[in-house]
């Protein structure tokens, strides 16, 4: 129409395949970002506070059986110095007690089952016990194995550990405490760690020990990181809670 300007038509943008392909890997790129981001940040948050949780509620549930319990006749040693009451091998992803290690918090509370398979307790219950080793308290090594990342990494503070520091097992019937003496790095195919007296070919043991082992460096797979700690104590339930679990504590 006369006297009325039309606006010239953009003209429409040429979609290509190039142009096509470039958005996909962007977006692939985007969720990748998303699941790793929730892989290693956000649902290790979520699922380190759901393994203390689950800790926490066995203490809790130990203490209010022991509670319900009828009492003895007679006084039982209840000492720290009570020889440690003999525990079962366990069925794979049977928890049989609990980790707790003042260093890593006043919230650190964990399970330990039966097994080192990531479906069967590592993802799904937090530190699993090597079978065929001994059990707390045990003379012999107690031998466990934990995620250092992802999954409520576990294991992830271990390289922060102090020699004496207390490393506590809790079960139903009282607490074994274990001290922290030193960590070493060692070959995925290094299993003599796992040995009754570690590293070394038959020796018989004369001594209790405990071996925790984990992925190094982090988020990699080419070494272990292993930490040996000695038995120190077993204190019965009856006792109470012992000291160790509060020496040098971190909130």
């Known amino acids: 129409m006369p006297g009325v300007s039309r606006r010239a038509r953009r003209p429409r943008r040429r979609t290509t395949f190039f142009g096509v392909l470039g958005e996909i890997l ?39 059986d022991f509670l319900a319990r009828p009492k003895p006749a007679t006084v039982p040693d209840t000492s ?29 509370n964990v399970s330990i089952a039966g097994g080192v398979t990531r479906e069967g307790t590592l993802d799904t219950i937090g530190i699993g016990h090597y079978p065929g080793t001994n059990m707390p308290g045990e003379v012999g090594n107690f031998a466990l194995a934990a995620h250092r990342t992802t999954w409520g990494k ?5 390289a922060d550990l102090h020699v004496g520091d207390a490393i506590v097992i809790e079960t139903p019937d009282g607490w ?18 796992l040995l009754p007296v570690p590293q070394v070919t038959g020796a018989a043991a004369d001594g209790r020990y405990m071996t925790m082992t984990s992925c190094s460096p982090m988020y990699a797979m080419s070494e272990r990181i292993v930490a040996y700690s000695v038995f120190e104590s077993f204190t019965p339930r009856a006792s109470g809670p012992p000291s160790s679990l509060t020496e040098g504590l971190t909130t």
Do not use: K
């Not at 892989?39 to 506070?49: R, S, T, V």
């Not at 720290?80 to 650190?108: C, K, W």
């Not at 576990?154 to 271990?158: A, G």
């Open 26 to 64: 962007i977006t692939v790129g985007v969720v990748t970002l998303l699941y790793v981001s929730w892989q290693l940040w956000i649902g290790d948050m979520i699922y380190g506070a759901e393994r203390n949780a689950a800790g926490q509620q066995l203490t809790q549930q130990w203490e209010d």
């Open 154 to 158: 576990p294991f992830n503070r271990i």
């Open 176 to 193: 074994y405490t274990y001290r922290f003496r030193t960590l070493e790095y060692v070959t995925p195919d290094a299993v003599n760690v």
């Open 80 to 108: 720290p110095t009570a020889d440690p009451i003999a525990l079962p091998q366990p069925e794979n992803s049977q928890v049989f007690g609990t980790m707790l290690i003042p260093r890593f918090g006043s919230d650190y």
